[in-house]
């Protein structure tokens, strides 16, 4: 079974520039998360999509991130414009279902450093 | 709100060593508790979980018991081994494993030959 997919997985951009993230979950996960890990730190959810609505997005600085899940499948997170404290790794998870005992798989992360 | 509060690292062990890495939390209800485990270069992998008190969670030698009486969930491993090296996360869920996870700092283990 394929896991989890994010792209790219290296970025290095200047502040005020904008980046963009994609993820691809395991497929038939309904569930969507995107975390920030900031260097020293266990991840922080962001966003959470339940399809291609929006569960939790209560600690998503929503004046530079937003975040889409069109057709319920891949997701894609963007800064505008980014400032250096967004330097962290973005991780992408999935899981089959809301509200279930269902595990968190979680892909390999993008890096982003904001110089 | 909820929160994770797990020991400072790094660890350093040689081959063979007992492994306690403690984990403590502070949460409203019944949430469920998760191990998770980052190995270099790698993404982020559940190890183990438990999802109610007294529950224990083991996965690979390493154990953790669900403690609601001390709202703990200490990850345990009687003999490590250099493969065994990587950053450890505490985590919980309100509910089940599908709900957000709030995550501890992290504590980065180093296993020696």
């Known amino acids: 079974e394929a896991g989890v997919a994010q792209s790219p997985r290296y970025k290095i951009i200047e502040k005020r520039q904008s980046v963009a993230f994609w993820c691809n979950p395991i497929?038939?996960?309904?569930?969507l998360y995107w975390y920030q890990q900031i260097l020293g730190q266990g991840p922080k959810l962001l966003i959470q999509f339940q399809n291609n609505g929006v569960v939790d997005d209560s600690q998503l600085p929503k004046d530079r991130f937003s975040a889409e899940r069109l057709k319920g499948v891949d997701s894609t997170l963007k800064i505008q414009p980014a400032k250096l404290e967004d330097s962290a790794v973005y991780l992408c998870?999935?899981?089959?279902?809301?509200?279930?005992?269902?595990?968190?798989?979680f892909g390999p992360g993008t890096r982003l450093l904001v110089l | 709100g909820n929160s994770v509060t797990q020991m400072e690292g790094p660890v350093t062990l040689s081959e063979e060593a007992f492994l306690t890495i403690n984990c403590t939390y502070t949460a409203t209800g019944y949430p469920s508790l998760f191990w998770y485990v980052q190995y270099p270069g790698e993404g982020l992998q559940l190890l183990l979980k438990?999802?109610?008190?007294?529950d224990k969670g083991s996965n690979k030698g390493f154990e953790a018991t669900y403690r609601k009486e001390t709202t703990s969930f200490h990850l345990e491993k009687g003999s490590v081994q250099v493969s065994d090296s990587a950053v450890y996360f505490c985590?919980?869920?309100?509910?089940?494993?599908?709900?957000?996870?709030?995550f501890g700092k992290g504590t980065k283990l180093t296993v020696n030959p």
């Open positions: 497929s038939g996960h309904a569930t």
């Open positions: 438990a999802t109610k008190a007294d």
């Open positions: 985590a919980l869920s309100r509910q089940g494993g599908s709900e957000k996870l709030v």
């Open positions: 998870a999935s899981s089959l279902a809301l509200a279930t005992k269902e595990t968190q798989y």
